[in-house]
Structure formats: structure tokens, C-alpha cells
């Protein structure tokens, strides 16, 4: 049974930093690519940052060169470190595999940005 538990959220001001994680459990992991995915009220759910399992990263225009995604295939674990956030970035966060398997999707993480 493939798991993704997320954490790492909260409540931040606007410029603060976040570093989220994500848990993976039932997968061959090294050999995905994964994403950390948002959903904002309202809105359709977007992927944000990809990792290959090569290391290959790529990112969403809304979060070039404000978040970073990284990987750690001996703990299973990808991570999305999040700088000078903005209260656009106000979302639930998940992590999922790249593409994403969509029965997959665990509770997410709440990330609110607000003064």
C-alpha cells in the first residue's frame, strides 16, 4: 500500500520560510519522480517542483527561485524548502509521485502565509 504522510506546515508571515516533508512508504522510491503538489480554496490542484530520480529538478514560474525541492532516497523522504513566501502561497501542500498516481493523495500539509 503506497503512503505519502506530509508535514512541515503552518502558519508564516509573509517573506518566511518553510521546510516541508513528505514520507513515502510502499514505493520503490528511488526510481519515481516526485512532486510536491498545492491546492488552494477554490482552485484546482497544481504541481509546483518535480524531482527526477536522477536529481533533475524543475519548477512551476509561480515558485522559481523561491522554493527548492530535494530528495533522500535512503530515508524515502522528499522535501520542498520554501523561501519568501507569499500569501498566495496559502495552500495545502502534498507530495505524490510525478506524474501523479491519483489514488495516492495523503492529507496534505496546511501552509498559510499572513501577517
Known amino acids: 500500500q503506497v503512503q505519502f504522510v506530509e508535514s512541515g506546515g503552518g502558519l508564516v508571515q509573509p517573506g518566511g520560510s518553510l521546510r516541508l516533508s513528505c514520507a513515502a512508504s510502499?514505493?520503490?522510491?528511488?526510481?519515481?519522480?516526485m512532486g510536491w503538489y498545492r491546492q488552494a480554496p477554490g482552485k484546482q490542484r497544481e504541481r509546483v517542483a518535480v524531482?527526477?530520480?536522477?536529481?533533475?529538478?524543475n519548477y512551476a514560474d509561480s515558485v522559481r527561485g523561491r522554493f527548492t525541492i530535494s530528495r533522500d532516497n535512503a530515508k524515502n523522504t522528499v522535501y520542498l524548502q520554501m523561501n519568501s513566501l507569499k500569501p498566495e502561497d496559502t495552500a495545502v501542500y502534498y507530495c505524490?509521485?510525478?506524474?501523479?498516481?491519483?489514488?495516492?493523495w495523503g492529507q496534505g500539509t496546511q501552509v498559510t502565509v499572513s501577517s
Open positions: 510502499g514505493t520503490m522510491f528511488r526510481i519515481y519522480a
Open positions: 505524490n509521485h510525478s506524474p501523479a498516481d491519483t489514488g495516492y
Open positions: 524531482i527526477a530520480s536522477s536529481g533533475t529538478t
